[in-house]
């Protein structure tokens, strides 16, 4: 659920139309985005924005209670699985799964919001909490 404001609009509108439950993934420049699943693109170049100026935008902006990162990220970006673990640590529970299922669960997200990150496995899939 949406918490305050943000000035992408898009960004905006997906997440005050976030219900409890409901899913976003938040994907570098190279994740798959499936059909039928809103695309918002902020990329500008490679690297920018990063993955990590993104996530921590509408984190600032929305209440998640679950990710997921794909597994591979454990052995293959490290600064992925340490943002993961601070996660963690700030209460929202954290999943793991291979990236074949990571992107199977892309499907049913209100939308992925594709960055310019290019770094292996920068791709995260937030669920909605509540407020309350």
Do not use: W
């Not at 993955?51 to 935008?57: G, N």
């Not at 993961?84 to 892309?106: D, G, L, Q, T, W």
């Amino acid at each position: 659920m949406k918490k305050h404001g943000h000035l992408n609009r898009d960004i905006a509108r997906v997440l005050a139309r976030m219900g409890h439950t409901d899913s976003l993934v938040i994907a570098d420049c190279g994740l798959p985005v499936p059909d039928g699943v809103e695309c918002i693109d902020v990329s500008l170049a490679v690297g920018v924005p990063d993955f990590f100026a993104v996530l921590d935008s509408v984190l600032a902006d929305f209440k998640a209670e679950r990710a997921v990162f794909a597994s591979e990220a454990q052995t293959h970006n490290a600064a992925v699985v340490a943002r993961s673990r601070e996660m963690a640590a700030a209460h929202i529970a954290v999943e793991n799964v291979p990236h074949e299922e990571f992107k199977r669960r892309c499907r049913e997200a209100k939308a992925v919001i594709r960055t310019g990150e290019c770094s292996p496995y920068a791709n995260v899939i937030l669920h909605s909490g509540v407020i309350f």
